[in-house]
């Protein structure tokens, strides 16, 4: 995720290159192949938040805090830092930090390394207007990203954090589908996905409706509205809300533990 947004923040020109942006890796080999791409490599946390104006902390929950203990003593006042952890609440990031450090918590999603991810992100208390502004400008190099309340992070989880999963399982099915059809696995699975991509497209650049959109697909009598039942007799729709619950259901535990 980490080496997806860097190459995104650079392609998109929000830097004048790679070496504006320093990454502090402890694994050797990818370490090695951050500085061939010309970033700032090292493995010491210090030595990048020493001279950060944002901190991207894109580290497992379970090492965060003691990731923030570390740095605390050298962060700049100014600089923002901005955590993708799941599961960790402002109010505990901030307490492994300085008072009145401007902290910003993301939930991003897998898409991103192919710079079409959907991300909701929430700032602390001390964030600023123009912190957050700066924040949407950099998630937004990647994909989309939508500011919320911290206390919709949950739901942002259970939809699109967990959501490519649900579309992967969609492009599977539907290609199981073509081929009991009678097509080949190549030609099923390209035609779902780009199906699926298709139908993506549509809802973000007309802005319509989804339903209004399936209905334009749904000749009388005809083949759609045919699948569409099978759907609904499947309980299609519920099983995807019931699906974006439970995802989210389960964030609220884990941020809890």
């Known amino acids: 995720m980490a080496s997806a947004m860097m190459s995104g923040f650079v392609k998109a020109g929000i830097v004048s290159g790679p070496a504006q942006i320093s990454v502090s890796e402890p694994y050797e080999p990818l370490r090695t192949a951050h500085a061939k791409a010309g970033f700032k490599a090292t493995s010491s946390n210090l030595e990048v938040a020493r001279a950060a104006d944002v901190v991207f902390l894109a580290v497992k929950p379970d090492v965060i805090a ?3 203990k570390e740095i605390s003593a050298v962060l700049p006042a100014h600089a923002v ?3 993708i952890a799941a599961g ?15 902290v910003v918590r993301v939930m991003p999603n897998l898409p991103c390394v192919v ?7 929430a700032g602390g208390a001390a964030v600023t207007a123009d912190d957050m502004a700066m924040v949407s400008q950099l998630l937004r ?8 309340p911290e206390k919709l992070l949950d739901a942002v989880t259970g939809l699109s954090g967990s959501g490519p999963a649900y579309g992967f399982m969609m492009v599977e099915a539907l290609a199981d589908g073509g081929v009991r059809a009678g097509l080949p696995r190549p030609i099923a699975q390209a035609l779902a996905a780009q199906t699926l991509r298709g139908a ?3 809802v973000l650049e007309t802005g319509k409706h989804p339903g209004l959109l399936k209905d334009l697909v ?12 099978a759907l609904e007799a499947g309980s299609f729709r519920a099983a995807a809300m019931a699906a974006v619950s439970a995802a989210a259901a389960r964030s609220v535990q884990l941020s809890k533990l």
């Open 218 to 229: 749904c000749s009388p009598g005809g083949t759609t509205i045919a699948g569409v039942e």
């Open 141 to 148: 190099c990647v994909g989309h990203a939508e500011q919320v």
């Open 66 to 68: 003691a990731v923030l």
């Open 115 to 121: 710079g079409e991810m959907a991300a909701g992100f």
């Open 200 to 202: 993506a497209t549509m």
């Open 81 to 83: 830092v901005v955590s």
């Open 88 to 102: 960790q609440q402002l109010k505990t990031l901030q307490g492994h930090l300085n008072p009145g450090a401007r």
